[in-house]
T-cell receptor, first 109, second 115 residues
Framework: GQNIDQPTEMTATEGAIVQINCTYQ??????LFWYQQHAGEAPTFLSY??LDGLEEKGRFSSFLSRSKGYSYLLLKELQMKDSASYLC??????????WGAGTKLIIKP | GAGVSQTPSNKVTEKGKYVELRCDPI?????LYWYRQSLGQGPEFLIY????????DSGLPNDRFFAVRPEGSVSTLKIQRTERGDSAVYLC?????????????FGPGTRLTVL
C-alpha cells in the first residue's frame, strides 16, 4: 500500500527553528509537495521538490532525498501565525496526490 | 474570480438525501480536482477533470458519487442517498496546466454533515 508518515503534532517557540519530517512509500514518485493548512481553512501551497536537495524560499525550506523516501520542511524565525497543520503529499506513478495526515504545529510565545 | 470558491460553505442533510456541492475554479484553469478531508486527516483524492472530461475518477468511493463539469469551468459534485460516513469537508482545487506537478489552488471547502 501507499503510506505517508508525519508526526501528528509538534511544539516550538516563537523565533526558533523547527523541522517537520515526512517519510513516504508510494507506487512511483513524481514529486513531493508541502502545503500549509490553518484550522478550518483550505490548504495553501508551500513547496514542490522533485530532485534531491534543499529548496529555500524565504523563511521556509524543503529538502528531499528520493533514495531514502524522505523529506523535511524547515521553518525559521517562527511566528505565531505559523501555527497550522503542515501536509506532505506525494505525486505517485498515476499522478495522484497521496497525502499525509498532516503535522499540527503549535507555536508558543 | 480571485480564487477558488465553493458553495455552500456548510451543508447539513439527512441520511438518504441527495446533495450537490459546487466549485468555481480560478478563471482559465483547465484542471479541477475534488478531494474530501476528514478531521485530522489529509485530503483524499476523488476525481480529476481536464477541461470538461473526467480524466481520472478512480477515487470516487462508489456509484453514489458523481461529478460533472459541463462547460469546463464550474463543477458540481453530486452525492446520492447520503450516508453518515459521507460527512467530511469536500475540497475543490484547480490548476492552470495540464501537468499534475502544477500547483493546485484550493477552495475553502464545503463542510457536509449527514445526520
Amino acid at each position: 500500500g501507499q503510506n505517508i508518515d508525519q508526526p501528528t503534532e509538534m511544539t516550538a517557540t516563537e523565533g526558533a527553528i523547527v523541522q517537520i519530517n515526512c517519510t513516504y512509500q508510494t507506487s512511483g514518485f513524481n514529486g513531493l509537495f508541502w502545503y500549509q493548512q490553518h484550522a478550518g481553512e483550505a490548504p495553501t501551497f508551500l513547496s514542490y521538490n522533485v530532485l534531491d536537495g534543499l529548496e529555500e524560499k524565504g523563511r521556509f525550506s524543503s529538502f528531499l532525498s528520493r533514495s531514502k523516501g524522505y523529506s523535511y520542511l524547515l521553518l525559521k524565525e517562527l511566528q505565531m501565525k505559523d501555527s497550522a497543520s503542515y501536509l506532505c503529499a506525494v505525486l505517485d506513478s498515476n499522478y495522484q496526490l497521496i497525502w499525509g495526515a498532516g503535522t499540527k504545529l503549535i507555536i508558543k510565545p | 474570480g480571485a480564487g477558488v470558491s465553493q458553495t455552500p460553505s456548510n451543508k447539513v442533510t439527512e441520511k438518504g438525501k441527495y446533495v450537490e456541492l459546487r466549485c468555481d475554479p480560478i478563471s482559465g484553469h483547465t484542471a479541477l480536482y475534488w478531494y474530501r478531508q476528514s478531521l485530522g486527516q489529509g485530503p483524499e483524492f476523488l476525481i480529476y477533470f481536464q477541461g470538461t472530461g473526467a480524466a481520472d475518477d478512480s477515487g470516487l468511493p462508489n456509484d453514489r458519487f458523481f461529478a460533472v463539469r459541463p462547460e469546463g469551468s464550474v463543477s458540481t459534485l453530486k452525492i446520492q442517498r447520503t450516508e453518515r460516513g459521507d460527512s467530511a469537508v469536500y475540497l475543490c482545487a484547480s490548476s492552470s496546466g495540464t501537468g499534475h506537478t502544477d500547483t493546485q489552488y484550493f477552495g475553502p471547502g464545503t463542510r457536509l454533515t449527514v445526520l
